[in-house]
């Protein structure tokens, strides 16, 4: 099969996430044995090379003020960001390489460059779900979906973290080459053309800076010491010696929820947590506060849309699914 050559040019820097960019390339280079004529090629600031966040280091194939048309720019991510914010020259590389390109994607933490570099601002994206928070107020202008995998708004791209660029690639080749290599591809590379469930069950959702009030310091402290207890919102004002209304208003104030969806957020990752350890579903609904092992299910449903077993099964053991004979 022949094919007009695809151009995929990958912005990478000092501290990028090697797997950020070795990822979606797989991707695209096992759809080549197939004939689909994609082109990849490193491009870095001044044309560099660069050092990834395990030291190797990667060749550069171009500069970013080298001339020629991109039809897919991806921007990879590492830890380097949000930690600190992003260089005038990096931002301003992404933005002007994207003006080139077709379509433009972030992966991981590439959605900080994206973001600095005015790209995001009135479109949805994500993020790595340790940074969605940051992402959102570091950019209001954005509106950001912090359960989601990957993300499109028109052309437009951005993924979640490390291993949610593949499933961001396979979505591009998908829309390239449609289902039928797609599938081939994520086939021979052994991973789901479409995972089940969001990324918030590999994340913890209370996550971030903790109230500033001590008296809502002390209800969330009382709450995540013993989620199986019976809470109320009258028992946790009592609690704090504040009147319910006001509790209320200091749970959306600072922690963006209400008092009932926050007990119910801190038992929700108890339970996962019992889940982690190895307890059964049953066990883990009762030391969560959950009481039943179907109220848990209904909870993983509406929070995961995956019941407990599957999570269980997925994040329970790295040796579930190893034959005996090479355990």
């Known amino acids: 099969m022949s094919a007009t050559p695809h151009r995929v040019g990958i912005l990478v820097f000092d501290g990028m996430k090697l797997l950020d960019v070795?990822?979606?390339?797989?991707?695209?280079?096992?759809?080549?044995?197939?004939?689909?004529?994609?082109?990849?090629?490193?491009?870095s600031v001044d044309g560099a090379d660069v050092r990834t966040s395990i030291g190797?280091?990667?060749?550069?194939?171009?500069?970013?003020?080298?001339?020629g048309r991109i039809d897919t720019l991806l921007v990879s991510g590492g830890e380097v960001f949000p930690k600190k914010r992003v260089s005038e020259t990096l931002a301003s590389a992404a933005f002007d390489l994207s003006d080139r390109a077709n379509r433009t994607a972030s992966i991981c933490t590439g959605a900080f460059i994206l973001a600095d570099a005015g790209l995001l601002d009135g479109r949805r994206a994500t993020t790595h779900w340790k940074h969605t928070h940051e992402l959102a107020t570091r950019y209001p202008a954005i509106r950001v979906e912090p359960d989601a995998i990957f993300v499109k708004d028109q052309s437009t791209y951005s993924s979640a973290g490390v291993t949610a660029g593949i499933d961001l690639a396979l979505a591009l080749l998908e829309e390239d080459r449609g289902d039928v290599?797609?599938?081939s591809v994520a086939r021979s590379l052994v991973v789901y053309m479409q995972r089940a469930g969001g990324q918030s069950q590999f994340s913890a959702n209370?996550?971030?800076?903790?109230?500033?009030?001590?008296?809502?310091?002390?209800?969330?402290?009382?709450?995540?010491?013993?989620?199986?207890?019976?809470?109320?919102?009258?028992?946790?004002?009592?609690?704090a010696h504040l009147s319910s209304r006001h509790l209320t208003r200091l749970f959306h104030e600072e922690l963006g929820t209400s008092p009932r969806r926050y007990v119910d957020l801190v038992r929700f990752d108890a339970a996962k947590?019992?889940?982690?350890?190895?307890?059964?579903v049953t066990?883990?609904?009762?030391?969560?506060?959950?009481?039943?092992?179907?109220?848990?299910?209904?909870s993983f449903i509406s929070h995961l849309s995956i019941p407990p077993s599957k999570y269980r099964g997925r994040f329970a053991s790295t040796t579930s699914d190893i034959s005996p004979s090479t355990r």
């Open 22 to 43: 070795a990822g979606p390339a797989e991707v695209f280079a096992e759809a080549n044995l197939s004939g689909t004529g994609y082109q990849i090629s490193m491009i």
């Open 56 to 67: 190797l280091r990667l060749p550069v194939d171009a500069a970013a003020s080298a001339p």
């Open 181 to 183: 290599l797609t599938r």
């Open 206 to 239: 209370l996550e971030g800076p903790g109230p500033q009030t001590p008296a809502l310091r002390l209800v969330v402290d009382t709450i995540k010491a013993d989620p199986g207890a019976e809470y109320t919102v009258q028992h946790l004002a009592d609690l």
């Open 273 to 280: 947590a019992h889940l982690d350890a190895g307890h059964s």
């Open 283 to 298: 066990a883990a609904a009762e030391r969560s506060g959950y009481g039943t092992a179907e109220s848990l299910r209904r």
